[in-house]
């Protein structure tokens, strides 16, 4: 079956380190999206790449990475100059143009 | 400025009855609209959009959204809900020129036996 994979599904980490969110896609999507979700505030696009090797900010990338080397891989790096890293990851694709984004089933980080 | 708002953060409707989530938004071009369903500690999945043509658009599960350009809304509807439509609900609307999606603030939906 084709889709998202992210993992892990859970993640905890003292502040100060930095952690790595996986996530992978086998849809042969060309646009890939990261997104932080917190409660009653939807969601915030954090960086988004297009194509392979090439990537943006989004609204919020402060604090945050990101590397575009394989087309099916966008791995999220969460760094200690996030002030605020409890959140719940949700990482997407998509084809082009108009298309719908397929979601992967996101990431709770815990940063104490 | 493009922007999608969802007036209502909770919607309760009893099983059976017909149920509709709001979406207002601006936009300065033609608007393409997307609706979204998660379930709790999950990713989101698509339901339905708009993009051109009938402004009756039907979607999965059941769902369809009504497009009112002359309100600027794209509330989504379903005639007779179920328990498990239960879930937070998510509009969406394509921000050109980058294509990049603006969310609504979701509306949880919750579904009476």
């Known amino acids: 079956d084709g889709g998202i994979t992210q993992s892990p599904k859970y993640l905890f980490r003292k502040e100060g380190q930095n952690v790595t969110l996986s996530c992978e896609q086998n849809?042969?999507?060309?646009?890939m999206y990261w997104y932080r979700q917190d409660p009653g505030q939807g969601l915030r696009l954090i960086y988004y790449?297009?194509?392979?090797?090439?990537?943006q900010k989004g609204d919020i990338a402060e604090g945050y990475s990101v590397s575009r080397e394989k087309k099916e891989s966008f791995p999220l790096t969460v760094t200690s100059a996030q002030k605020n890293p409890t959140a719940f990851y949700l990482c997407a694709s998509s084809s082009e143009g108009y298309s719908p984004l397929h979601f992967g089933n996101g990431t709770r980080l815990t940063v104490t | 400025a493009q922007s999608v708002a969802q007036p209502e953060d909770q919607v309760n409707v009893a099983e059976g009855n017909p149920l509709t989530v709001k979406c207002t938004y601006s936009?300065?071009?033609?608007?393409?609209l997307f609706w979204y369903v998660q379930y709790p500690n999950r990713g989101l999945q698509f339901l339905l959009k708009y993009i051109t043509g009938d402004n009756l658009v039907k979607g999965s599960y059941g769902f369809e959204a009504e497009f009112n350009k002359s309100q600027t809304s794209f509330h989504l509807k379903k005639p007779s809900a179920l328990v498990s439509d239960s879930a937070l609900y998510f509009c969406?609307?394509?921000?050109?020129?980058?294509?990049?999606?603006?969310w609504g603030a979701g509306t949880k939906l919750i579904i009476k036996p």
């Open positions: 790449s297009q194509i392979v090797n090439d990537f």
């Open positions: 936009v300065s071009g033609n608007p393409y």
């Open positions: 849809l042969n999507h060309d646009a």
């Open positions: 969406a609307v394509r921000d050109l020129p980058n294509y990049q999606l603006i």
